[in-house]
């Protein structure tokens, strides 16, 4: 599967943005999907995952309750709404898929995938 994210951006502390997924390939609710993101100097770390059908959403602690991951599997998209955004949010944000759309995700899962997207800058501001 191939992944193009979009929506990165440079957003004030506490507004809110909207990246998106693009995908093309095999049928779009086989893959589980995520997004993960990277700091400058960081490691990358685990944003929020979906399951296939998109009835099960996975979310890191450190955006828990202010960021939420949804999936159209007719339009081929995983969004991710990020609100009340943070400096410490500032990262490079990369969507990926895995192809067991049953997996359940934690801050461990990033092995389970195996396709991902160019990237997305966010940059908050303070």
């Known amino acids: 599967v191939q992944l193009q994210a979009s929506g990165g951006g440079l957003v004030q502390a506490g507004g809110s943005l909207r990246l998106s997924c693009a995908a093309s390939?095999?049928?779009?609710?086989?893959?589980?999907m995520g997004w993960f993101r990277q700091a400058p100097g960081k490691e990358r770390e685990f944003v929020a995952g979906?399951?296939?059908?998109?009835?099960?959403?996975y979310y890191g602690d450190s955006v828990k309750g202010r960021f939420i991951i949804s999936r159209d599997n007719a339009k081929n998209t995983v969004i991710l709404q990020m609100n009340s955004l943070k400096f410490e949010d500032t990262a490079v944000y990369y969507c990926?898929?895995?192809?067991?759309?049953?997996?359940?995700?934690?801050?461990?899962?990033?092995?389970?995938?195996?396709?991902w997207g160019q990237g997305t800058l966010v940059t908050v501001s303070s």
């Open positions: 990926a898929a895995d192809p067991n759309p049953i997996n359940y995700y934690s801050a461990d899962s990033q092995a389970d995938f195996d396709s």
């Open positions: 390939g095999r049928t779009f609710s086989s893959y589980g």
């Open positions: 979906i399951n296939g059908r998109g009835d099960r959403t």
